[in-house]
């Protein structure tokens, strides 16, 4: 049987590989009876919910709406502060108004909050100064930063759960804001599954770690009702992107927006692999969403710590746009790494904030854009869409 045909559901992707990115617990058993306790509690999300971004992506992928994505690479546990949280949320409602005001489309935001727990990794295995070697720290849902905290505890989803709770409740009082994050902690996702939909998010997405067409992740989605992403990088080629989409619109070729694609190549490189991309999808039967993600192609290490350059992301949105406009295709939405604090993490622009990247660097993963800067980045591109 072909892995198109294969019948999906919430656990069928146990049968695949997982490759790299799986978590070695010690003990399965206390996993499961985690596992149980998350099935049995209610769902973050409703089923309207997920309606009403399936619609909104669809809008995106017909050029009627545009979707803004944004949040912590990860999320700490211990950010659930009522300052922090609204900050983010007041930051994103001020970065849409601009772009529904600039552009006159209307603009569905989305946090990447509520559940941004669980993250994939380049390097699993950190060597301490020691010589000691220890689990990379995965995200607040499976180990912690400290180096003593580095064993995958199952324990940490539920707290997980009961943050993302708290955050909801928040959000809840905000007009208009779904959640996503990635869907990357497939026994925590199964869990939390309900019939065909995702319960903890209204959007998922599928990372460039663990997007192999035979791998457990995309069969893991292909199967729900929630609009879903996946990430591409540089290495894509266009073969590899229609048998993607097609495994993720294995029963719905042609819905608008059922697939967001994540473009994430860095500045210097997209200029050479997105035009073959857009030219292939164009051609085919899919209706995806183009989402550019200019954080994760364009990060480099400055005085020892990891760090992006604003103008180098803007630079990758510009040429995106330009080059989806080229083939007859569009930018439906950026999906950013940002808070609303004044964090240093990020460099530039330089005539509005300084690159003192040791002053205010909190985030437990990659650099987030600080409220200026992202404000700043999204009143250019906005400018850029109009152009
Ligand atoms: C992320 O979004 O934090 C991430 C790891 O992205 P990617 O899969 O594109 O590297
Ligand atoms: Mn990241």
């Not at 009876?33 to 509690?41: D, F, S």
């Not at 719905?252 to 073959?276: D, H, Q, Y």
């Not at 604090?341 to 600080?370: A, I, Q």
Request: hydrophobic share 35%; glycine share 8%.
């Amino acid at each position: 049987m072909s892995v198109h045909s294969k019948e999906w559901s919430r656990d069928s992707w146990k049968s695949m590989p997982i490759h790299e990115q799986g978590i070695a617990y010690p003990d399965m058993a206390h996993l499961n009876h985690v596992l149980q306790r998350l099935a049995e509690l209610p769902p973050l999300v409703s089923p309207a919910s997920i309606e009403s971004a399936r619609e909104q992506h669809a809008a995106a992928a017909r050029g009627e709406a545009f979707l803004l994505v944004g949040g912590d690479c990860a999320e700490s546990f211990d950010d659930i502060k009522t300052d922090i949280i609204s900050q983010k949320v007041s930051l994103l409602a001020n970065q849409a108004n601009h772009i529904e005001a600039v552009t006159g489309l209307p603009v569905h935001v989305t946090g990447r909050m509520a559940g941004q727990y669980s993250k994939p990794r380049s390097q699993l295995i950190e060597t301490l100064a020691d010589g000691r070697r220890v689990s990379a720290f995965r995200g607040h849902n499976i180990n912690g930063p400290d180096i003593a905290d580095r064993e995958p505890d199952p324990q940490r989803l539920l707290p997980g759960y009961w943050h993302s709770v708290a955050i909801m409740h928040v959000l809840s009082t905000a007009e208009k804001v779904h959640t996503a994050h990635e869907a990357l902690h497939l026994p925590m996702e199964a869990a939390l599954t309900k019939d065909r939909s995702n319960t903890s998010a209204t959007f998922l997405w599928v990372g460039e770690r663990t997007r192999q067409l035979d791998g457990a992740h995309l069969e893991y989605v292909r199967g729900l009702r929630n609009p879903i992403g996946v990430k591409i990088g540089p290495s894509t080629s266009p073969a590899d992107l229609l048998n993607t989409l097609g495994r993720l619109c294995y029963d719905r070729e042609g819905e608008e927006g059922r697939v967001t694609i994540i473009t994430r190549f860095g500045a210097e490189k997209v200029g050479a692999v997105l035009p073959a991309l857009v030219e292939a999808v164009r051609a085919s039967p899919f209706r995806p969403v183009w989402m550019c993600d200019p954080c994760h192609g364009n990060g480099f290490t400055k005085s020892g710590v990891k760090t992006r350059k604003t103008t180098t992301l803007l630079s990758e949105v510009a040429q995106t746009i330009r080059i989806l406009d080229r083939f007859g295709a569009h930018l439906g939405g950026l999906h950013l790494e940002q808070t609303g604090e004044e964090v240093t993490e990020c460099v530039g622009p330089e005539s509005l904030v300084s690159d003192d990247l040791g002053k205010h660097y909190t985030s437990l993963c990659d650099p987030r854009l600080s409220g200026t800067q992202a404000m700043w980045l999204v009143e250019r591109v906005a400018e850029i869409v109009v152009e």
